[in-house]
């Protein structure tokens, strides 16, 4: 059953992710780009806490700007949830806010909404979480875990980088990167 859905999901990413908006076409599904979180259980002794702030703002806007620039969906401005979001935000985490993001998606009038998450275990060792969900469903149309190496702009944008190579796979487009990761020439 959930592999039936995940490949349903697959289907429907890969018609929609690479509609272009011509005279007549299926216009591009609305995603609502959220916050993104840490968990750092590093045990660090140095307060990142403001420089992870600043990654999570470039990794979630880098992320909206290449599905954007892509043609994947159509993002959806989140200064029409900001309100709600900083309120939500100023008391708990969006990955626990039971179904909290729905109803900021659906208040933004958007198809889709997308979380996500990263995990910081050291310095060295960190993962990216990343879910998209059906506004009006809850359903999870598209969900990966990647881990990576590093805690640097650098590592943490080619994370993202690789999300959005790996749904374009998913969705049956052609990555511009080989299996490596390593850009073609």
């Not at 100023?90 to 998450?117: F, I, K, P, W």
């Not at 059906?134 to 590093?150: C, E, H, S, V």
Request: aromatic share 8%.
């Amino acid at each position: 059953m959930i592999g039936s859905i995940v490949r349903f999901a697959a289907l429907v990413l890969a018609v929609t992710a690479f509609t272009t908006h011509t005279a007549g076409a299926t216009p591009l599904q609305r995603l609502l780009v959220l916050d993104f979180e840490i968990l750092d259980t590093s045990g660090e002794p140095v307060d990142h806490r403001a420089e992870h702030a600043r990654r999570l703002r470039l990794i979630r806007d880098s992320i909206a700007q290449q599905l954007a620039d892509g043609e994947f969906f159509a993002i959806v401005d989140r200064q029409a949830v900001r309100v709600e979001l900083d309120a939500i935000l100023a008391r708990q985490y969006l990955r626990t806010c039971n179904g909290c993001e729905l109803d900021l998606a659906r208040h933004a009038s958007a198809d889709l909404v997308m979380l996500g998450n990263f995990n910081k275990v050291s310095t060295l060792i960190g993962s990216m979480e990343i879910a998209i969900k059906d506004a009006n469903t809850g359903g999870i149309a598209y969900a990966r875990t990647f881990d990576f190496r590093g805690d640097t702009d650098a590592a943490w944008l080619r994370a993202a980088q690789f999300f959005v190579e790996e749904l374009r796979r998913s969705a049956g487009g052609q990555p511009s990167n080989d299996e490596t990761g390593r850009q073609r020439d």
